[in-house]
């Protein structure tokens, strides 16, 4: 089963204010993002195959913040920056907007952009077809295709020297690095908006936008 990510973005306009709801973050399923984030699918993907070597991320899940509104008693109110919240001992939000089942946490964009591992070398791992490998051991460069396992009876799988040295295969475990942020995708697209966006309240108060977000898998 896969994971996904659901999250809100929030703004307050003083220190002293407190954070509205203006729109949800972007959602795309990105492992690497979700594990710089909180720690979540850290290295890891479908059935626990590896897929890089564990990152550092910016916080491990923090809960919920403690000032995140909730919805009035009156369920037929109108809340549009608000939340609705089941049992605590659920781990889970519900309402207007479902923030997931687990890892619930926020973050600023500040702390998102100041990250130290944007420009690091993520170490990656994963299974290409034989023609894949071929075509990298030529031009170089990294897989433009691979997946975290392969499984089959006709399936051979060899590390990448057993197969240079020419053992029969039909897939080869491949290693490799890239550029964190290289594979960061389309969140930093999102960040790089958002902050250029709101570049003049980030400039007044650092703390001055967040993301409230979990996830469900």
């Not at 991320?57 to 919920?64: D, F």
């Not at 809340?79 to 973050?107: K, M, N, P, T």
């Not at 791992?125 to 170089?140: D, N, S, V």
Request: glycine share 10%; with cysteine; aromatic share 12%.
């Amino acid at each position: 089963m896969g994971t996904d990510i659901h999250g809100r973005i929030q703004f307050r306009y003083a220190e002293d204010a407190k954070y509205k709801d203006v729109g949800e973050i972007e959602r795309d399923r990105n492992y690497n993002v979700f594990a710089m984030l909180a720690g979540v699918r850290n290295g890891v993907g479908f059935a626990g195959v590896k897929t890089h070597e564990p990152l550092v991320p910016i916080s491990e899940p923090r809960g919920l913040p403690d000032d995140l509104e909730t919805l009035p008693d009156d369920d037929t109110a109108i809340a549009i920056y608000s939340y609705d919240f089941v049992d605590a001992e659920e781990e889970q939000v519900r309402g207007r907007y479902w923030l997931g089942d687990h890892s619930h946490s926020w973050l600023t964009l500040t702390e998102i952009n100041a990250w130290d591992g944007w420009g690091k070398r993520l170490a990656c791992t994963g299974i290409l077809e034989a023609a894949e490998f071929k075509r990298i051991e030529a031009e170089g460069g990294e897989p433009r295709e691979w997946s975290g396992g392969c499984w089959g009876p006709s399936v051979v799988i060899v590390p990448a020297e057993e197969a240079r040295a020419g053992k029969p295969h039909t897939h080869v475990r491949h290693e490799w690095t890239v550029p964190f942020v290289q594979y960061a995708g389309v969140f930093k697209a999102w960040l790089d908006y958002m902050t250029l966006k709101h570049g003049w309240l980030l400039k007044k108060d650092p703390d001055s936008v967040r993301i409230v977000f979990g996830f469900d898998s």
